[in-house]
């Protein structure tokens, strides 16, 4: 058996309202072949309902820069 080794980009981001965060988003994306994988947690749920959209525009902010990166690694 051989040893076979992936490298990936990790990029992290966290969406805080009034200095307070309320969800974390992270992505492992791949150098070359293979699938991103982006998760987000909410981590005050009493100020995402009260801030849902904001908390949505952060995290659609991230995944838009999460596909930035995507389109980087794969245009080299």
Do not use: C, H, W
């Amino acid at each position: 058996m051989a040893l076979k080794t992936k490298q990936t980009v990790t990029v992290t981001g966290t969406s805080e309202i009034e200095g307070q965060q309320v969800a974390y988003f992270s992505a492992q994306i791949p150098q070359g072949v293979g699938d991103s994988t982006i998760s987000r947690n909410i981590t005050n749920q009493t100020l995402y309902d009260a801030n849902r959209k904001v908390v949505r525009a952060d995290e659609a902010e991230f995944q838009a820069k999460v596909y930035q990166i995507e389109d980087n690694l794969l245009a080299q």
